[in-house]
């Protein structure tokens, strides 16, 4: 074995397997994990591993790409991550066995996969650590740490492998077309780090295809001092066919003019990921025997540079007013259920005319009800009214990508000012079936913001130029884990926060026990939610099943009194906060009462 991976140090191709994990889960059904498979379909891994032998692999990896406790435990499986790692050594060996040939088996170890960052480098360590010993002690002749999209990480999970044996180390990231990772690290830059950690290769695998492999490759053979290289790409892009992931049907020449490309661009270990079969492996092979050249000349996708630019200078009314010290005031507008903007756009007319009201927030499908998108409903009063806006943004229906884009759509369409909301659960609203997205919660949604501001994606590439909005963040006083929505609050502001919006609130008592706990001085302007409320069966509602919203059983006694005069006392006590507020706050936000948006003027007025 050590005679084959002497074989790198002197320039000789290592022919790899392919995608393993791919090929068990279209060949098992209902896995949860393809780890999985080394329990319930033990032959079917070993179906697939002499496949891959016949086909040429000199190398092939034990089917632990996922094994390890924090993805095992996803799905609830953790309680059997030494039968999963020894099971799928056990039987990468036993094909070894029955193919009768001398090829190498690879401990794999994958990424955690965590986007957020929500888990300290310690604790992945540990988790790492704990794969890489199970491993060693099964038998395995080298580790292949691959598809890392986050160098850290990838740097984290090669010092475990190292603290655990001396085996040989292949480090493999997944680069896109420009030759960078998904935390924008070129390739250039991942080969200089990398192998200065005694790694036996570096390389790149799993990606879009083929061609970002190779991409990656031109940048590191530049770069690379005395480290073998590595591509084992993908079959292509992936679709989705009833809840099938499908692979494109790369024909094996075009494989075999992938491995002419990589060798001689420096790979030393060529094989493949997702989605390549014992065709391409075939193919590859075919290439390594006959030295095949290139037929035709690589094509690499020159890197898109961002175009220097400061954040623009303009600031909005709302940015101005607040850091000027004056009073500020907003009216809540819901989107139409549908499409006909006509009365929207006439209460956000009245209201922006009568002088009260400097803007107005704009709720994203409130109580998880599916309405007009509120950054395009932003869109349409600022270009057709003029009035400011504040639409709210929530993670709870998009994914990171989904979120960046609208975002960058609204801006480029004008819009400056957001308001980062958590949302309200998906179940409370029409779809009770449906469950939210929440790749990031509000903070997260907020440093997305705060990223964008700066000139790069929530991942750190580099978009064409800085935008400028005026993050907002939402902020509860009467919550009733006080500490829970202080440190959350200030993991906001940490997060690039400018101003904060309260709950509606009915005591601003409130409002005075959160600021002391605070240290007596707000971090960002505040601008307070007054609420109307226009009788005591509404109240009592409200206080009782709305989540964050509390009002006092004092008010609530004082609108039961009233009767049929509820709804003026409801004005009295909205007024007598707004005025309450003016030496608490920097301004106000009102919803209005009746669902009439136009009823807030009466509120603000004489």
Known sequence: MSRALERLGE????????????????????LRCPEEANLKAPEAVVKVHLGFISAGAELIEANTFGANRRKLSAQLLDDRLEEIVEGGVKLALEARDVAGSPVLIAGSIGPLGDLEGSHGADDAYSVFHEQAELLEGRGVDLFMVETFFDLDELVTAIQAVKDVCSLPVVAQLTFDEDAETLAGVTAGEAVERLQTLGVVAVGANCGVGPQAALAALSEMTARADGVALTAQPNVGLPSRSGGRILYPNATPDYFAEFAAQARNLGA????????????????IRAAVEEEREPRLPMFVVERDVAAPSSRAAEQTLLERKLAAGDWVVSVELDPPKGTNMTAMLAA???????????????????????RLSALMAAVEIERSVGLETIPHVTPRDSSVMGLQSQLLGAHAAGIRNVLAVTGDPPHVGDYPGSSGVYEVDAIGL???????????????KAIDAPTSFYLGVAVNPSAEDLDTELERFRQKVDAGARFAMTQALFDLDYLDRFLARLG?????????????????????????????ITIPESIQKRLADAGSDAKRIGFELARDLIEEARSRAAGVYVIPPFKEPTAALDLLGP
């Open 11 to 30: 320039g000789t191709v290592v022919v790899a397997d392919g995608g393993t994990g791919a090929l068990l889960t279209a060949a098992v059904p209902r």
């Open 268 to 283: 030393r270990i060529i094989g493949g990921c997702c989605g390549t079969t014992p065709s391409q492996i075939a193919a």
């Open 520 to 548: 007596g001085r707000w971090p960002v302007p505040v601008l307070v939610g007054i609420w109307p409320l226009p009788s005591f069966q509404v109240a009592f509602r409200v206080h009782n099943e709305v989540p964050g």
């Open 446 to 460: 907020a440093t997305l913001v705060s990223r964008l501001n700066e000139g790069e994606d929530y991942s750190g």
């Open 348 to 370: 956000a007319e009245r209201l922006g005319h009568s002088g009260l009201v400097d803007a107005t927030d704009i709720n994203d499908n409130p109580m998880a009800r599916a």
